[in-house]
């Protein structure tokens, strides 16, 4: 199954916490990946699944999502009622070959398709989660999640496909840092006070690819280089304690540039306006804006060599598209960057900019404007 949460295409956010249950229980969800899955087979069988869903008239598909109820062999499941309840009837009454496939190999997996998300960071990688989140003011200035936000700007649809206007969850998304960046990153010999800068390239990934705010869009994106005006982020030595040194990070950014038509290449999947979003009179350009702190403590365990604490925000003021929709108001937009501790395995879903910049995101400080 695949859903959209906003919209049209409402979602998580409207279901009782029984079909979550059923869900959870009875449903594998599956989202495949915008491009190539790296297997060529897989590849396949996700269009057959989609020509097999359209000669039924999507009667597989749940009313107001974009979920499609299928076998394991990618047969859809088609119920009068087009309820989760409904489908799990439907599907008992299915012959078992189509129930209980026999799973075969995918076969192997070709890094040169488009996209290609299945991939094995280097030995020793050490991994970030990164949570990305609208925001909105409360009393006092106080900051907390957004609900919701205003769509309908120059005369605006409230949502619909592709203008999330509704949320219940961050986005997600995983930092890597190889061995030896981590190492780059440590403190060494430096003493209480010293203050010291990012790696350009370390800098740059966190910069174009992760204070990218991806609600504006479906699938991922990243900030192209000449939208990115100004920045800095360093490490300052504020301690050691029985063994673990504690850096404090601080940092900026500045995005700021216009999008439209004659305008240089400006990064991925920036969309809108869109006659779709129901706005009249937008700006052609559109100015695109968003102006980041960065705040945070990290710590580093001298014995083990490795960091056992990365706990970072970024925050500013967005302006710029939002899906299909074009957002003039500004929207506090907050990131928040938090180490994974726990023993991942080999095979991982790329970021998204390494499975779409393969050549850029270990560099990423190599990657220069086109202006």
Partial sequence: MAAMDSGRAAGWNKLTAEQMTLIKEKFVPYAPRWGSTGYASQDAWKKEVSKKGAAVKH???????????ITASGEPVVSPTRTLEGALEAF???????????????????TKLPYYP????PPGTTFVQVYCRPLERGPEGS???????????????????????????????????????AQSLAP????????????????????????????????????????????????TVED????????????SALFQGKIGKGEPPHGG??????????????????????????????????????FTRFDAVALGDYRGHWGLALKVKPIPVGFAFRLDPRDLPEGRHAPFALSAL????????????RR
């Fill in 118 to 121: 299945d991939q094995s960071p």
């Fill in 240 to 251: 050691t304690s029985n063994g673990v040194t504690r850096l404090r990070l601080q940092g």
């Fill in 59 to 69: 009667q597989n598909r749940i009313p107001g999502t974009f979920w499609s109820i």
């Fill in 269 to 306: 999947h920036m969309f809108g306006p869109h006659p779709e979003s129901g706005q009249k009179g937008v700006p052609d350009p559109y100015e695109i804006f968003y102006d980041a702190r960065l705040y945070g403590v990290l710590e580093y365990d001298l014995a083990r060599q490795k």
């Fill in 358 to 369: 393969k050549e850029y995101y270990w560099a990423a400080d190599q990657w220069k404007p």
């Fill in 92 to 110: 008992a009454q299915m012959p078992e070959k189509e129930r209980r496939p026999v799973i075969e190999e995918r076969g192997p997996h070709d």
């Fill in 143 to 181: 900051l907390q999640a957004a609900r919701t936000i205003d769509l309908t700007e120059f005369g605006g649809r409230p949502g619909g496909n592709s203008m999330q206007s509704r949320f219940s969850e961050p986005q997600r998304e995983w930092l890597w840092l190889t061995q030896a960046e």
């Fill in 188 to 235: 060494g010999n430096r003493r209480k006070g010293e203050t010291y800068d990012f790696p350009p390239a370390i800098r740059q990934r966190i910069f174009l690819f992760y204070l990218y705010n991806w609600f504006t869009n479906s699938g991922g994106g990243f900030w192209g280089p000449r939208l990115l005006q100004s920045g800095e982020l360093n490490l």
